[in-house]
């Protein structure tokens, strides 16, 4: 169930990239689980999406995936096309132009794409003018070899080639990167968050999740991929309705697929062309929703350590920064028991142990969850003062001997284990930067040079001029070389191991491939452009996916409105207004609806 009610919020994304397309989500059809990689398959679905009504509603690309490609050109090295399209590209371009559509193709940034044909590594100014020249709208850019090079840089060289063109051309790339970047945000327009996704629920639903932890890099000219819709494809209907309204909420490509365009069914065809949902996702504003409940309570978000960044004159780098960034705010009746607000995110610094990966100890988990100022488990204190280095002490949180818990950063992000057969990379470039919390240890002061009675991965430090909780486990420098000739070049001043870097407590946005955390039930949410100029709406999806039927509820604050707040609701899928409701509002949902 999908709906809206007022909500004056607005939440600013990263700058993507600025080439004059994909202001908002691209919408239409790419031949990948089609049977129809040929000009007269495209031009099929070109006329199905005309005919429909499809292509007034915003389904305007007709796009070919793997499989139009023949053997470069001996004089020229130019791609050509193979059998399937016998006129052409160029020709087919200029067919689906006549028709107020436009046109994709399929590349990839290695040597060969998918199915073996030619790719345009180090090709990239040939293939981006001959692309150009055709006509093309649209290019889908593929990983099919050279896997360690760098993904991103691979589609960067590919974002130049395009934009020396001088035509406005959707980049659309697949990093399969466990960590994206802001860095992505100005490579492409779309950029693929998971693997291939299938007509199973289990697949769409866990694309979503993944989906969710990128919901930061997101804004106009630049969105998450959670791959291609699957309506069409023999899902069950409810199951394709979840999908395709999570996508919409997403702020994610509305991209068709299905094996037979002219076979989608009326109600098929109803789903995909609600005008309301549309609009959604098509919303100016550009803020994708965010899953915010699951199982009838906030949806703990991560927290862990970062290499300590600091501003720069950049579009992306401000957002980096302000996930490092802290407030404090002194609890009531208390001189020294703080809040810790996240500022990027509003949220405050908690300990968890039902939301933690492991019932094992330590089992105390730090997460991010909406700030409450009666919750011990958000209140923390200081073995020495926070005005210098100290251990961060729960308040509400104790060990299995009732002793009192700090904050620690983890060994595998402090003595960085190495990964790979050619070269030492640390645990930190696969997202291993977790923080965790153990019994606090006592930490006296030193009685002579050389002792070694301390324990760094529990002393932070409150840096107030920049807001940051930076760990002090010191990192990698004089006092730790290689050198051959270390006894003359470098000083050994301690047996304590460095890390590769200096680490602050941040927002993550991942810490493994998986998704955001699952529920049976989840409410999914954020703004949309409002119907006044006083306030923005904010949409809603209840989403049950439990076997069984289920009732979903949502209080109102947990939204951000105010407890008391009487709100006019619609249901967008039924298209119909469900009247006021005060404090809270819930529904009855089928299993996978």
């Keep these: 169930m999908i709906l809206t009610c007022i909500f004056m919020f607005l939440v600013p994304g990263v700058c993507a990239l600025e080439n004059g397309v994909a202001r908002t989500p691209p919408m239409g059809f790419n031949t990948y689980f089609a049977d129809m ?61 006549s028709m107020g559509l436009l046109c994709g193709i399929y590349t990839a940034f290695s040597s060969v794409q998918c199915d073996g044909s030619p790719g345009s590594l180090y090709r990239e100014p040939l293939d981006a003018a001959t692309f150009a020249a055709w006509g093309v709208d649209y290019v889908k850019v593929d990983n099919c070899a050279e896997y360690a090079l760098d993904p991103s840089v691979r589609a960067a060289a590919f974002r130049d080639a395009l934009n020396a063109t001088g035509r406005a051309v959707v980049l659309s790339f697949e990093p399969f990167s466990l960590t994206p970047d802001p860095y992505v945000a100005r490579v492409g327009n779309l950029w693929r968050t998971t693997k291939d996704v299938s007509s199973d629920y289990a697949s769409m639903m866990l694309r979503a999740d993944q989906t969710d932890k990128w919901a930061a890099f997101a804004a106009p000219g630049g969105w998450n991929d959670p791959d291609m819709l699957q309506v069409g494809n023999n899902a069950d209907i409810a199951e394709v309705r979840s999908q395709f309204a999570l996508w919409a909420l997403l702020k994610a490509p509305l991209i068709l697929s299905p094996r037979d365009m ?35 309570a906030p949806v703990p978000w991560l927290v862990g350590v970062e290499t300590c960044t600091e501003p720069a004159i950049d579009s992306a780098q401000p957002l980096v920064a302000d996930r490092q960034r802290w407030t404090t705010i002194v609890l009531p009746k208390s001189n020294d028991t703080v809040q810790f607000v996240n500022n990027a995110t509003g949220r405050c610094l908690t300990l968890s142990l039902t939301a933690a990966t492991t019932q094992t100890w330590p089992g105390w988990t730090p997460y991010l969850l909406p700030c409450d100022a009666t919750d011990p488990f958000q209140a923390w204190t200081f073995d020495r003062d926070i005005r210098t280095i100290t251990a961060l002490v729960n308040v509400g949180a104790t060990s299995q001997q009732g002793s009192p818990v700090a904050l620690s950063i983890a060994n595998s992000t402090l003595y960085s284990a190495v990964h790979g057969p050619d070269t030492a990379v ?39 001029s920049s807001q940051r909780v930076a760990g002090s486990v010191f990192s990698a420098s004089i006092n730790h070389c290689f050198d051959s000739r270390s006894a003359d070049y470098c000083y050994q001043l301690t047996a304590h191991l460095p890390t590769t870097a200096r680490y602050c407590l941040a927002n993550l946005y991942s810490t493994s491939p998986s998704g955001t ?14 119907s006044s100029s006083a306030a923005n709406d904010f949409v809603v999806a209840f989403v049950n996916r439990s076997p069984q039927n289920a009732t979903i509820s949502v209080e109102f604050s947990w939204l951000g409105f105010r407890p008391e707040a009487t709100l006019c609701v619609r249901d967008l899928i039924a298209a119909r207004n ?14 996978h609806d």
């Design 517 to 530: 955390l699952v529920g049976n039930t989840e409410v999914w949410g954020g703004p949309v452009t409002g």
């Design 262 to 296: 002219g076979k989608l069914t009326a109600a098929e065809l109803a789903l995909v062309g609600n005008a309301e949902l549309i609009a959604v996702n098509q919303d100016p504003l550009g803020i994708p929703a965010r899953k915010l409940i699951i199982d009838g």
């Design 37 to 97: 990689t040929s000009e007269e398959g495209m031009l099929e679905a070109a006329k199905v999406l005309v005919s429909s009504g499809l292509a007034k509603l915003g389904y305007v690309y007709v796009n070919s995936d793997a499989g139009w490609a023949g053997p470069r050109d001996n004089a020229t090295g130019q791609l050509t096309t193979n059998g399937n399209f016998p006129h052409g590209f160029k020709w087919l371009c200029d067919q689906l132009h």
């Design 578 to 591: 469900l009247g006021t409701y005060t404090a809270s509002f819930s529904s009855a949902l089928a299993t």
């Design 426 to 464: 640390p645990d930190a470039a696969y997202g291993i930067n977790i923080v965790s919390a153990s019994p606090l240890q006592t930490e006296p002061p030193c009685d002579s040079r050389w002792c070694e009675n301390y324990s760094p991965e529990q002393q932070w430090f409150y840096d107030r």
